[in-house]
Nanobody
Framework: QVQLQESGPGLVKPSQTFSLTCTVS??????????WSWIRQPPGKGLEWMGT???????YLNPSLKSRTSISRDTTKNQFTLLLTSVTPEDTAVYYC??????????????????WGQGTQVSVSS
């Protein structure tokens, strides 16, 4: 059974940078052919795909966030990490990590992923 667990700050100030780490157990993030993604859901809105790191290490980023986002991984710890810079209150959301068997679409849906983390709330406020 694959399990994903997000960890990171709950509260961030505007203009700051934060990172979220997803720790994966029950499966390797380098195993083919899986795609490991970050998705967020702002209050009252739908899911937004932020980016993906593939089993190969290749990263794919949402163009609307690309200038502020990066995704990396630590294969020794079986973790992947999201970095988001220059945050604003509009970045307030529940952030999820998830695994899929295909590269997610821009207008992502829950059905594109087979395993999810429980989600972590990140609030941006001064």
């Amino acid at each position: 059974q694959v399990q994903l667990q997000e960890s990171g700050p709950g509260l961030v100030k505007p203009s700051q940078t934060f990172s979220l780490t997803c720790t994966v157990s029950g499966g390797s993030i380098t195993a083919g052919y899986y795609y490991w993604s970050w998705i967020r859901q702002p209050p009252g809105k739908g899911l937004e795909w932020m980016g993906t790191i593939a089993f190969s290490g290749t990263t794919y980023l949402n163009p609307s966030l690309k200038s502020r986002t990066s995704i990396s991984r630590d294969t020794t710890k079986n973790q992947f990490t999201l970095l988001l810079t220059s945050v604003t209150p509009e970045d307030t959301a529940v952030y999820y990590c998830a695994r899929g068997q295909l590269l997610p679409s821009m207008h992502t849906r829950r059905s594109e992923y087979d395993y999810w983390g429980q989600g972590t709330q990140v609030s941006v406020s001064s």
